[in-house]
């Protein structure tokens, strides 16, 4: 039987309820801090009462992508999840180089030391430290996804690094692979990357696509059963059209919906109401449900979206099986 792991623990995939496919709900120092410090989202009672309030809206699981040593805090995101009841899935992986610098350990290890800190993290626990000084201290809160961050030359030499490290830690694990696509775009590259290293492309999930508002690019992605996720609708220019929006009712027509998860990809102050901010994580579950629903993307559809994709997206693959298949 195969499961979805949260950071208080394995629960059944039907038991994740709606989700938010790609969020950022703490990010607690490190170098994108000090790059920018509107990322800083370390404040435990800020996002509690953050999460709380799209809880009451119905949220019932949000998947963290804040990879290792880039703010990550396996320990904050277990505090959020006990006293919300949402489930939290943590990542493990690596993001952009731009997060590290030209000194950071990533660049000094190999395909198969890396894949083996995230193995770790999804076997044994997340490091308290996060992978950011020598002593490793493992928690008891497992990572449930793998993500990785590719350039908008992929692949190059990095990509290649970290995402051949991510297909070692999937075949060992089984853990989905979630992906950051720079500015929307090489999604096909990535998928064809990971499908060619023996990953099942029900279980990869190209994020930030709907930047590229394009159908054809996106019936390329979904056909033969790909996985997107779309986080632009809040980013719209007011009085322009939404694309998001348009994605989602071309993939209704086209018959590719069971392919498209959700988030918000919210990852700084300025876009939570709880840091005085907006449009607040209740977003996808008010407004934007709310344009859903007069764009014809009724219930049935955004149970698809929210609850029956994600479901399907983020279980583990039965390693045991694919072993003995």
């Known amino acids: 039987m195969t499961y979805v792991r949260t950071v208080l623990g394995d629960i059944a995939p039907g038991d994740l309820g709606v989700t938010y496919a790609h969020e950022h709900l703490v990010i607690d120092g490190g170098r994108p801090v000090l790059m920018q410090p509107d990322f800083d989202l370390s404040d435990v009672e800020r996002m509690v009462t953050e999460v709380a309030s799209a809880a009451d809206l119905g949220l019932g699981a949000v998947v963290d ?19 919300t009841g949402v489930h939290v899935v943590a990542p493990t992986g690596l993001h952009h180089d731009r997060y590290y610098g030209p000194a950071h350990w990533s660049h000094r290890l190999s395909v198969d030391a890396l894949a083996e800190l995230f193995v770790a993290d999804i076997v044994e626990g ?51 692979i979630l992906t950051h696509c720079e500015g929307g775009r ?45 986080d632009g609708s809040f980013r719209s220019p007011a009085g322009e059209p ?35 901010g907006g449009p607040g994580l209740t977003w996808l579950l008010d407004g934007f ?37």
């Open 65 to 83: 992508a804040m990879p290792c040593d880039a703010g990550r805090n396996a320990a904050k995101l277990a505090e959020i999840s006990r006293r």
């Open 126 to 176: 997340i490091d308290a430290n996060d992978y950011s000084g020598p002593v490793v201290r493992r928690t008891a809160h497992r990572a449930g996804v793998i993500k990785v961050a590719g350039t908008d030359a992929f692949p190059d030499d990095r990509d290649r690094l970290i995402f051949e490290a991510a297909v070692i830690a999937h075949v060992h694990t089984g853990a989905p």
């Open 186 to 230: 090489r999604a096909v590259e990535q998928l064809r990357f990971l499908v060619d290293h023996g990953v099942p492309r029900a279980h990869i999930v190209l994020s930030h696509v709907d930047k590229v508002v394009d159908r054809g690019y996106h019936r390329e992605l979904l056909s033969g059963g790909g996985v997107v996720e779309y």
């Open 242 to 276: 939404n694309g998001t929006l348009r994605l989602l009712s071309e993939m209704a027509e086209d018959g590719l919906l069971d392919g498209v998860l959700l988030g918000m990809d919210a990852a700084r102050r300025g876009y939570y109401k709880a840091y005085g």
């Open 289 to 325: 449900s709310t344009a859903m629903d007069a764009h014809g993307l009724g219930s049935a559809q955004r149970r698809r979206l929210f609850v029956d994709n994600p479901a399907r997206a983020f279980a583990f693959v039965d390693v045991t099986s694919r072993e003995h298949g």
